[in-house]
């Protein structure tokens, strides 16, 4: 039997100051044993608990792509006791992983549809995922456009900037970084996220829009949303809640009977509507 | 099913017998309350005293998952070696348990035994058990198994059900391990013309006592279409989030995971931990979304009265009353669960 709490082994091959503020660190990971490799099967979506022995696990979004072979990547962001003991962690050094936690975004229904990625923040994480997953040469012809927004506060703010500047040559995606406020240096979009979305969102016939980010941002981008026509049915969201077994049994992470851990992170509006709103 | 019946006075002779085999627990008085404690040697815990009117204090639950139980223990030298705990497989027997305790393992079954995340360590545990459990003749004033879809002789989840005739137990056998027991003991016979009337009698009888007056379908209908209802406004204002009606619940099974450690040497455990504490739900960012204690109330009613029914086709309830019993303010769920259901 499989026991569900015990952490894999990886090794930290990588790390990556991702922000000015130096608060945000991205950290790729490779498997120690072939077999958990094998076993740790994943599409974008789901999240893993991180385990630092005498520190304890807290849960963070998977944000490699499964198209990237042997590579398992997280970036976080420094709030605490444990975020802070991983960021003091260095190349070389072992770590525990439990996962993949959770459900994936629902790649089958985006097929021949528009897509459409809103975020803000470093929730951009399990959307670095996605992004890179339908991007990928074998998975690019099963999507119609595909539309990234993603926003910061300021430049500094922004993660993967080696990576945007390469999405951004390329013309079978259409992606729109922005700032909230001017700044030295930037010569990109100015504005909030809900704003570009208005502006550079397709038509919402035959396309799903996917939101992540901080909860204010999610809150003006739903209406905009709406406003677009993009029925609660392909509205697509991704929760955060206090976790720690990520398997649907410690009972903390429930909103109404579903739990954020087992039957999330990934929700439709459509089905948010259905539950109390205690998140 | 097959029926047995063994004299009172070959109960301890039975019960004595099954220790070369077995690990054998037993209802206990120690200070003003029952305790399930382990039989050391023959005769040294009065069978009588477990089958009396009253339920131990505690509950069964922490047999198959203990107050604080470790994954693995590690050394802070040796990054990424861990040891998982030898968990032992010496079989044991839990002797009087009541059927609101018994029926307690459905729910934990529900939640510790599925398919996709089962747990090893419930399982390890509940594999090595056999359940011994006797009917209640006389429940308490604070019991409502009845309601809540069980009774006072429920005997769903048990190996063996006494029902106590007087001068003698009649021993209903359910499952293989319960025969093991029987068949491994003299003591039984088969039960006289009359018997099973006698015991159909006591059964009614005991029925009859519990005032039932809850209507769990009721409640549930409520609860569907009223999570925001302004009588969560109020229900909760006793409460003092001491987290007692969840320790003691044999049904409430939340935990924490957590690293301890001295020196260099730690283990990474899980705990129990309570839906009545603020901290339980605390987000990293400050929010809390169950805030308040009202939201904290709710969540204990809702998670065993609708979610998870909603889930598992059962109540999260056994109608023990342990909680009516110790809270220190008597907040009483069955004042609770009426209050919905005229409402
Ligand atoms: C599904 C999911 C995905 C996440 N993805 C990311 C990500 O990609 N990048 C990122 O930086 N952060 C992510 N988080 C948030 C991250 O888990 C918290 O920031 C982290 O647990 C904070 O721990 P701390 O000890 O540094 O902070 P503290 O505020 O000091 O936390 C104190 C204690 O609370 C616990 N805790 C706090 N918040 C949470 C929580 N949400 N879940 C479980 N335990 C918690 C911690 O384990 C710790 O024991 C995610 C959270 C969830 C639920
Ligand atoms: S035992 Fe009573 S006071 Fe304590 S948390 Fe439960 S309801 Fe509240
Ligand atoms: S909620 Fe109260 S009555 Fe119901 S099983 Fe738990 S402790 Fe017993
Ligand atoms: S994190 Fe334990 S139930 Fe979701």
């Known amino acids: 039997m499989n026991n569900p709490y015990l952490p894999i082994k990886t090794r930290i091959e990588k790390v990556i100051m991702e922000t000015e503020d130096r608060n945000i660190k991205s950290f790729e990971l490779s498997f120690i044993n072939k077999e958990d490799e094998e076993k740790f099967q994943y599409l974008p979506g789901p999240f893993a608990e991180i385990s630092i022995p005498g520190k304890g696990e807290a849960p963070f979004g998977i944000a490699s792509s499964p198209t990237e072979k042997g590579v398992l990547k997280f970036s976080i962001n420094r709030t605490g006791l444990f975020t802070e003991a991983i960021h003091s962690l260095e190349e070389g050094d072992i770590i525990g992983v439990r996962g993949p936690l959770g459900n994936n975004y629902p790649i089958e229904k985006f097929e021949n549809k528009n897509v459409v990625i809103v975020s803000g923040g470093f929730a951009f994480t399990t959307l670095r995922s996605l992004t890179k997953y339908m991007i990928h040469e074998d998975n690019r012809s099963r999507f119609n456009n595909i539309t990234v927004i993603y926003g910061a506060r300021n430049p500094g703010l922004l993660l993967y900037k080696d990576e945007l500047k390469e999405w951004g040559k390329r013309d079978d995606i259409d992606l729109n970084v922005t700032v909230d406020a001017k700044a030295p240096g930037w010569d990109g979009r100015v504005g909030f996220v809900p704003t570009v979305t208005k502006e550079v969102a397709p038509a919402s016939e035959d396309s799903y829009v996917i939101v992540c980010g901080p909860p204010i941002m999610i809150k003006f981008t739903i209406p905009v949303l709406e406003e677009l026509g993009f029925p609660p049915e392909r509205i697509i969201l991704s929760l955060e809640m206090r976790m720690k077994c990520g398997i649907g049994i410690c009972g903390r992470c429930n909103i109404g009977e579903k739990y954020v851990c087992k039957d999330g992170p990934v929700f439709t509006l459509a089905q948010l509507n259905e539950l109390p709103g205690e998140y | 099913m097959k029926e047995k019946t063994i004299k009172k006075n070959e109960l301890a002779n039975f019960v004595a017998g099954l220790l070369s085999d077995y690990q054998v627990f037993a209802p206990a008085k120690e200070e003003e309350s029952l305790v399930l404690k382990e039989m050391q040697a023959e005769g040294d815990i009065d069978l009588d005293i477990g089958v009396g009117p009253v339920n131990t204090k505690k509950s069964i639950k922490e047999f198959f998952f203990p107050q604080k139980e470790r994954f693995f223990s590690y050394d802070l030298t040796k990054p990424g070696e861990m040891e998982?705990?030898?968990?032992?497989?010496?079989?044991?027997?839990?002797?009087?348990?009541?059927?609101?305790?018994?029926?307690?393992?459905?729910?934990?079954?529900?939640?510790?035994?599925?398919?996709?995340?089962?747990?090893?360590?419930?399982?390890?545990?509940?594999?090595?058990?056999?359940?011994?459990?006797?009917?209640?003749?006389?429940?308490?004033?604070?019991?409502?198994?009845?309601?809540?879809?069980?009774?006072?002789?429920?005997?769903?989840?048990?190996?063996?059900l006494l029902v106590d005739l007087g001068d003698e137990y009649l021993v209903q056998v359910l499952t293989e391990k319960g025969e093991t027991l029987v068949n491994g003991s003299s003591g039984f016979s088969e039960p006289k013309s009359g018997v099973l009337q006698k015991r159909d009698g006591i059964v009614e009888e005991a029925q009859k006592a519990i005032k039932s007056d809850i209507k769990i379908k009721k409640v549930k209908g409520w609860l569907d279409n009223n999570f925001d209802a302004p009588f969560w406004d109020t229900v909760h204002e006793k409460c003092i989030g001491c987290g007692t009606c969840t320790y003691l619940c044999p049904t409430c099974h939340c935990f924490d995971i957590l690293d301890e450690t001295k020196g260099e040497k730690g283990e990474r455990i899980r705990i129990w931990d309570s839906c009545m504490y603020p901290q339980f739900t605390l987000h990293a960012s400050g929010g809390n979304p169950r805030k308040s204690g009202k939201e904290r109330m709710r969540q204990r009613v809702m998670h065993k009265f609708k979610y998870f029914v909603d889930n598992n086709e059962m109540v999260a309830c056994t109608g023990c009353g342990r909680c009516v019993k110790y809270c220190p303010v008597n907040l009483d769920i069955r004042e609770v669960l009426k209050q919905i259901q005229v409402s």
């Not at chain 2, 839990?94 to 399982?123: E, H, K, L, M």
């Not at chain 2, 359940?131 to 019991?143: D, L, Q, S, Y």
Request: hydrophobic share 30%.
């Open chain 2, 84 to 160: 998982e705990p030898v968990l032992s497989d010496k079989k044991r027997v839990i002797f009087g348990v009541r059927p609101c305790d018994v029926n307690s393992i459905s729910v934990f079954d529900a939640i510790f035994t599925s398919d996709q995340y089962p747990d090893p360590y419930y399982i390890k545990r509940r594999e090595r058990t056999t359940i011994v459990a006797i009917g209640c003749n006389k429940p308490e004033t604070t019991c409502f198994c009845v309601d809540t879809g069980g009774g006072p002789f429920s005997a769903d989840g048990s190996d063996l």
